[in-house]
């Protein structure tokens, strides 16, 4: 069982190139969720995905896009990369949202760089 | 967003108990106390929720306070490899669909 899967582990880009980050669960989860963590500082909430085909804001959503692609798949979209969105990248996914009762699993993270 | 307060760090000894306290004097009655850590390196992983009585697992014990004010997580023999960052975080109506992380306190397990 792999759990949630992300892709690229690491990733170097020049400022204005753009990226996606894919992350896959295979735990049959509802929902999904793309945060970001910079140095010293908790995880933010960039968007995340209720159920499948839908998509809403978190806390930090400017410069990203998200695709819910189908159950299993939630990509994370850099148009045009800027050094202020060099981050660890995580992926989590979570059985639903109906009750206060689930948890999160947590991808092992995407280290971002850009210069 | 529910608000919780935690120190930024601690240290313990090896192979002693590790008390790890969280306020959360805002909480409304049906936020769940979730607890995650995060090992260097790695993406955070779930230790331990619960919503008004203590609950125990393999990992770790949860301590709720009566009037759900604060709770604590409690290592009941620390090793080195539980040296990572703990969050404490509420989940309910306020809350969503999201959970909301906090700076955490930072663990230092001494040999």
């Known amino acids: 069982n792999a759990g949630v899967t992300q892709t690229p582990k690491f990733q170097v880009l020049k400022t204005g190139q753009s990226m996606t980050l894919q992350c896959a669960q295979d735990?049959?989860?509802?929902?999904m969720y793309w945060y970001r963590q910079d140095p010293g500082m908790g995880l933010r909430l960039i968007y995340y995905?209720?159920?499948?085909?839908?998509?809403d804001k978190g806390e930090v959503p400017n410069g990203y896009n998200v695709s819910r692609l189908n159950k299993r798949e939630f990509s994370l979209r850099l148009e045009s990369a800027a050094p202020s969105q060099t981050s660890v990248y995580f992926c989590a996914s979570m059985l639903g949202t109906g009750s206060f009762n689930y948890g999160y699993t947590f991808g092992s993270g995407t280290r971002l760089t850009v210069v | 967003d529910a608000k919780t307060t935690q120190p930024n760090s601690m240290e313990s000894n090896e192979e002693e108990p590790v008390h790890l306290p969280c306020n959360h004097s805002t909480i409304s009655g049906t936020d769940y106390i979730h607890w995650y850590r995060q090992l260097p390196s790695q993406g955070p992983e779930y230790v331990i929720h619960?919503?008004?009585s203590n609950v125990n697992n393999r990992m770790a014990s949860l301590a709720i306070a009566e009037d759900r004010k604060s709770s604590t997580l409690i290592l009941h023999r620390a090793t080195l490899r539980d040296a990572a960052v703990y969050y404490c975080i509420l989940r309910g109506y306020n809350t969503g669909n999201q959970f909301y992380f906090g700076t955490g306190t930072s663990l230092t397990v001494i040999p």
């Open positions: 619960g919503l008004t």
């Open positions: 995905s209720a159920s499948e085909g839908t998509t």
């Open positions: 735990m049959n989860h509802n929902s």
